[in-house]
């Protein structure tokens, strides 16, 4: 098993509908979890952050943790096109080294 | 503005000739780390630096070497390039280790690197 896992898609969602992406986590991974968007080509960009058990909303985008069943999701409301790329799902260890899913391609249909 | 610049963008290199990818931060980071990225495999860390003189291996450090002679730069040296080092690969920073969990990184824009 990955130690940070990612269905790799392509994940294809309606414009203006909500994109749900999914990451499960093994017990390495176990404290900070973060959502990175990364354009083709490109740099990953930080979008959100989450510690802590339950929902966490930044605008149009919301991480969810469930600690109890190892897995931190991101819904996206309102998708639009600029919305297509890929995410990356990253997790802390205990020694403060950021582990890696190799990520989800998101594309929204106009 | 506040960055990681990485040069070059894009190099095509043939097996054996030594290179370096220099990074730079702005940022007086003391955390630097660099990562590959290949499809399917996602990223993956070749070495880090939690400050100046201080570095150690990541998951992949094979065929890498690096330095942190001062606080923003970080090169990435291939000494002998295979085809196999064929990537993308990113630089990035951090405040320190332990800001990880709260600020995650600052990623360079990356450097294509082909060895043929």
């Known amino acids: 098993q990955k130690e940070v896992e990612q269905n790799s898609g392509p994940l294809s969602v309606p414009e203006g509908a909500i994109a749900s992406l999914n990451c499960t986590y093994s017990?390495?991974?176990?404290?900070?979890f973060f959502w990175y968007r990364q354009y083709s080509g490109k740099s990953p960009e930080l979008i959100m952050s989450i510690y802590s058990n339950g929902d966490k909303e930044d605008g149009r985008f919301t991480a969810q943790l469930n600690k109890a069943s190892q897995y931190v999701s991101l819904l996206i409301r309102d998708s639009q096109p600029s919305d297509s790329a890929t995410y990356l799902c990253?997790?802390?260890?205990?020694?403060?080294?950021?582990?890696w899913g190799a990520g989800t391609k998101l594309i929204i249909k106009p | 503005e506040a960055q990681v610049t990485q040069n070059p963008r894009y190099l095509i290199t043939v097996t054996g000739k030594k290179l370096t990818v220099t990074c730079s931060q702005n940022?007086?980071?003391?955390?630097m780390s660099w990562y590959r990225q290949d499809p399917g495999l996602g990223l993956r860390q070749i070495y880090y630096?939690?400050?100046?003189?201080?570095?150690d291996k990541g998951d992949v450090p094979e065929g890498y070497k690096v330095s942190r002679k001062e606080k923003r730069n970080f090169p990435l040296i291939l000494e002998s390039p295979s085809p196999n080092q064929t990537s993308l690969y990113f630089c990035a920073s951090s405040p320190k280790i332990w800001d990880l969990g709260n600020y995650g990184y600052t990623f360079g824009s990356g450097t294509r690197l082909t060895v043929v």
């Open positions: 940022m007086n980071h003391e955390y």
């Open positions: 017990d390495r991974v176990s404290q900070s």
């Open positions: 990253a997790g802390l260890d205990s020694n403060y080294q950021l582990i």
């Open positions: 630096s939690m400050n100046v003189e201080v570095t």
